[in-house]
């Protein structure tokens, strides 16, 4: 079994800053991207950023140069630092794991966490 397991959430000041966490546990092929996913009220789930195991990049344009993705592929954590924090960045973060070995694809979600941006 895999789970991924958030943290960081909570309520920010628009302007501040926040890092998630989540740590993956259970059978992951060692190749894989890991990202993270927000959805927000009446919203469609979108992709934030992710990172390959060998550390490739990809971010939303609506993040990009604010949002740094990481991770330890020792720990099975991936991290995101999400800074100039806006109104709209409101929502429930959920991290995710994929993988594909020969034909199979692998997809698995974090319970997400609730990241609300007010003053």
């Known amino acids: 079994q895999v789970q991924l397991v958030e943290s960081g959430g909570g309520l920010v000041q628009p302007g501040g800053s926040l890092r998630l966490s989540c740590a993956a546990s259970g059978s992951i092929l060692s190749i894989n991207t890991m990202a993270w996913y927000r959805q927000a009220p009446g919203k469609q789930r979108e992709l934030v950023a992710s990172i390959t195991t060998g550390g490739s990049t990809n971010y939303a344009d609506s993040v990009k140069g604010r949002c740094t993705v990481s991770r330890d592929n020792a720990k099975k954590t991936v991290y995101m630092q999400l800074s100039s924090l806006k109104p709209e960045d409101t929502a429930v973060y959920f991290c995710?794991?994929?993988?594909?070995?020969?034909?199979?694809?692998?997809?698995?979600w974090g319970q997400g966490t609730q990241v609300t941006v007010s003053s």
């Open positions: 995710n794991v994929h993988w594909k070995l020969f034909v199979a694809e692998f997809d698995y």
